[in-house]
Nanobody, 123 residues
Framework: QVQLVESGGGFVQAGGSLRLSCAAS????????MGWFRQAPGKEREFVAG????????YYSDSVKGRFTISRDNAKNTVYLQMNSLKPEDTAVYYC????????????????WGQGTQVTVSS
C-alpha cells in the first residue's frame, strides 16, 4: 500500500496562490491515477482534481476549473495541485489519494489517502 504525505498548505488572502504537494512512497505510484479531494468543516469530502497515471489527462470539478492545475512527476513520486485565484470557499483540508479511475465526475476506487493539509483563505 502506498503512503501519501501532503504539504504546502497554509493561510492566504483571497486572490492568492498556493501549491500543494503529495509525496508517495512505494513502487506503484506511477501505475495509478491520482486525485485531490477537500473537506470543509461540516461538509462532506469532495472531489477537486484528478490525473491519469502518465499525467496526460487532468480532470477538475466545476468549482476549481480554470483556477487549479493538477500535475504529477512520476520520477519524483509526487503529485501537485497549483491553486490560483483562491477564494474563501476554497478553505478546507486537502487530501491526495491514489485511485483506480478518475474522470471529470471524480476519482474512484481509492486505495490510499494522505493525512491532509489545511488551506485557509481569508476574505
Amino acid at each position: 500500500q502506498v503512503q501519501l504525505v501532503e504539504s504546502g498548505g497554509g493561510f492566504v488572502q483571497a486572490g492568492g496562490s498556493l501549491r500543494l504537494s503529495c509525496a508517495a512512497s512505494g513502487r506503484t505510484f506511477s501505475s495509478y491515477p491520482m486525485g485531490w479531494f477537500r473537506q470543509a468543516p461540516g461538509k462532506e469530502r469532495e472531489f477537486v482534481a484528478g490525473i491519469t497515471w502518465n499525467g496526460g489527462i487532468p480532470y477538475y470539478s466545476d468549482s476549481v476549473k480554470g483556477r487549479f492545475t493538477i500535475s504529477r512527476d512520476n520520477a519524483k513520486n509526487t503529485v501537485y495541485l497549483q491553486m490560483n485565484s483562491l477564494k474563501p470557499e476554497d478553505t478546507a483540508v486537502y487530501y491526495c489519494a491514489q485511485a483506480n479511475y478518475c474522470s471529470n465526475n471524480g476519482c474512484y476506487g481509492i486505495g490510499s489517502w494522505g493525512q491532509g493539509t489545511q488551506v485557509t483563505v481569508s476574505s
